[in-house]
């Protein structure tokens, strides 16, 4: 089992930075990728970024080039930098993690969300 923690949620200006975290914990060596989704209301959830056990990242097409997913050196927390936030970047965002083999789309395990709120 594999235990997942977001931290670092909160409100930030149109054009600001925010940085959130998950740590993991628990069989953390069974893990595939790690990563984001997020789910603004009224909308589905979607992939915002992902980090696979060999490093390889992966992003959304609306947050390229806004925002960076990496990993501690023991793989234990992942980290998502996101900067010139839009509005439209409001949403809960959850930290995902597959098991080995298993693919980004249907994670198995889920965080309990962090608010994202970007707003003047």
């Known amino acids: 089992q594999v235990h997942l923690v977001e931290s670092g949620g909160g409100l930030v200006q149109p054009g600001g930075s925010l940085r959130v975290s998950c740590a993991a914990s628990g069989n953390i060596f069974s893990l595939g990728a790690m990563g984001w989704y997020r789910q603004a209301p009224g909308k589905q959830r979607e992939s915002v970024a992902f980090?696979?056990?060999?490093?390889?990242?992966n992003y959304a097409d609306s947050v390229k080039g806004r925002f960076t997913i990496s990993r501690d050196n023991a793989k234990t927390t992942v980290f998502l930098e996101m900067n010139s936030l839009k509005p439209e970047d409001t949403a809960v965002y959850y930290c995902a993690a597959t098991l080995r083999a298993r693919t980004w789309t249907s994670p198995d395990y889920w965080g309990q969300g962090t608010q994202v709120t970007v707003s003047s």
């Open positions: 980090i696979t056990s060999g490093s390889s990242t």
